[in-house]
């Protein structure tokens, strides 16, 4: 198979800390593979970047299998890039022309505050999951596997929604910085199965009140996030977290 | 958990909006359907009645307390949602990401404010004479004497730029339904997949058929379609 090298103009969002003044720093990175994943790109741009006595762009990345949610980046106006169900690191180089210049923004949201360069603090997910996103199980002997009969369609569907990464992406392209995508994945993942059925009610109303308080915005069903999902995440999960917030706060005491 | 608590949470917000949005899309429907009388062709005898009983009847005057609550609280929810919002994000993209949504999807606000310059213009032109300056009077016989306000409406479209404002509103209220019908029913749970299909063909059908029904009754009086 013959690769076909490209030379490209990076223009990347550059901030030192927190609390510095950010601005964009536009790179010329050349001989480029197009079977170069996006990240390894990347890491060309950074090692020359060391070379130069220079400080390489932070960027969060973990596993490359595009399983993890670490890796972020707004590339080109698109959360993970111009390609739809897919991670940034799964993104290659042949989805870019020789010669392109090619935008990188950080995730923007209040919630996800810059640490450096393209690199945001997402802890307020984790604190949203930890605000309901468990189960209670009793310890004890281990129970046999598949004991518990689960319709098809839910099981299916809380696959489904499991598949959230938790990467950030909806909020990312969400214009109202909401994370009902996410929140709405994780609470219908645990309300279609029995397991998740002893905390359902609290389970939701104190992850949205977490989320409220982590400062993300209301959503709007705009569909964006649905539509930058690198794992395709279904809208119709904030539907359901809807109906299931509804149902909670009616009948909560 | 308190009333308070549940519709001032992100959700209970929406639920707010939802909820008047889908009040409001009732009223159109009653709205337009009155003024379909205009094309009875009988020189306004038929919606004059329409109009008359609406306006004595003490249902419809019940409502029309509830209408004006629910319209408001729409527009000031939907407006301190809008502003709170676009808090969220203090700073802004080099490259805006605008191809996973519709225009009209990020654009409530903006359709909703012509909605609302709207809203003033018309209730000047019908309501506060109805209600307060008062119109021509009309009798149709048997001392029964109602509002002309065929009349007035056949006086206010013979303005081509007031025929013009209402048809850009009612494009305006078409693509403000074109989302809110079904993101309206998305708000309040509906999440299986066959009633979501179901509701997105109706809302569609409805941002259409309303608002060009409405757009109808001014074009009808300037081009006079009807006598």
């Known amino acids: 198979m013959s690769q076909n090298t490209m030379n490209l103009k990076v223009k990347v969002w550059r901030q030192k800390n927190a609390n510095a003044q950010g601005a964009f720093v536009t790179y010329d990175v050349a001989g480029i593979s197009d079977e170069m994943s996006f990240l390894e790109m990347m890491d060309i741009l950074n090692e020359r970047l060391i070379t130069e006595g220079g400080d390489p762009v932070a960027f969060d990345h973990d596993c490359r299998e595009g399983i993890c949610g670490m890796c972020s980046m707004y590339i080109n106006g698109k959360p993970h890039g111009p390609w739809q169900a897919?991670?940034?690191?799964q993104l290659h180089m042949r989805a870019f022309k020789d010669g392109e210049t090619i935008v990188i923004e950080p995730w923007r949201a209040n919630s996800f505050p810059i640490v450096k360069d393209l690199t945001v603090d997402r802890s307020a997910f984790d604190r949203i999951i930890q605000a309901g996103g468990y189960i209670s199980v009793n310890t004890g002997n281990a129970v046999d596997g598949n004991s518990l009969p689960i319709e098809k369609q839910n099981a299916d569907d809380a696959f489904a929604a499991a598949m959230c990464?938790?990467?950030?992406?909806?909020?990312?392209?969400?214009?109202?910085?909401?994370?009902?995508?996410f929140l709405s994945a994780k609470v219908s993942h645990l309300a279609l199965l029995p397991q998740g059925a002893p905390e359902r009610k609290s389970r939701v109303l104190n992850m949205v009140a977490q989320m409220d308080k982590e400062g993300f915005g209301s959503c709007?069903?705009?569909?964006?996030?649905?539509?930058?999902?690198?794992?395709?995440i279904?809208?119709?999960?904030?539907?359901?977290?809807?109906?299931?917030?509804?149902?909670?706060?009616?009948?909560?005491? | 958990m308190t009333f308070k608590q549940m519709f001032t949470s992100s959700v209970g917000k929406k639920l707010v909006m939802a909820f008047t949005g889908i009040f409001l899309v009732l009223f159109l429907v009653v709205h337009a359907g009155l003024n379909a009388c205009i094309w009875a062709m009988d020189g306004g005898v038929t919606f004059n009645k329409a109009a008359h009983f609406m306006g004595s009847f003490i249902v419809p005057r019940i409502l029309e307390i509830g209408l004006f609550l629910g319209i408001f609280l729409h527009i000031i929810q939907g407006?301190?949602?809008?502003?709170?919002?676009?808090?969220?994000?203090?700073?802004?993209?080099?490259?805006n990401y605008s191809k996973g949504s519709k225009w009209y999807s990020r654009s409530m606000a903006i359709l909703g404010t012509i909605l609302l310059m709207f809203f003033v213009i018309h209730w000047k032109h019908f309501w506060v004479p109805s209600r307060i300056t008062g119109v021509e009077e009309m009798d149709l016989g048997n001392g029964f004497i109602v509002h002309n306000l065929y009349a007035v409406m056949q006086d206010t479209f013979e303005n081509v730029w007031v025929v013009l404002f209402y048809v850009i509103a009612c494009i305006s209220l078409g693509y403000h339904l074109a989302h809110g019908f079904q993101s309206a029913f998305k708000t309040i749970g509906v999440h299986n997949k066959r009633y979501h299909a179901m509701i997105n063909t109706i809302g569609f059908g409805f941002a259409i058929i309303i608002p060009l029904a409405f757009a109808l009754m001014p074009i009808?009086?300037?081009l006079h379609w009807v006598n």
Do not use: D, H, W
């Not at chain 1, 897919?86 to 690191?89: A, E, F, I, K, L």
């Not at chain 1, 709007?220 to 996030?225: F, I, K, S, V, Y």
């Not at chain 1, 904030?238 to 909670?248: D, F, P, S, V």
């Open chain 1, 86 to 89: 897919n991670t940034t690191c």
């Open chain 1, 165 to 181: 990464i938790g990467c950030g992406a909806c909020v990312a392209a969400c214009k109202n910085s909401s994370a009902m995508l």
């Open chain 1, 220 to 232: 709007t069903n705009t569909g964006a996030c649905e539509a930058t999902c690198p794992k395709e």
């Open chain 1, 234 to 253: 279904s809208i119709a999960n904030i539907a359901r977290l809807n109906k299931e917030y509804l149902g909670a706060s009616l009948s909560a005491q």
């Open chain 2, 79 to 95: 407006y301190m949602l809008t502003l709170e919002n676009r808090s969220k994000r203090k700073i802004g993209y080099e490259v």
């Open chain 2, 220 to 222: 009808s009086f300037y």
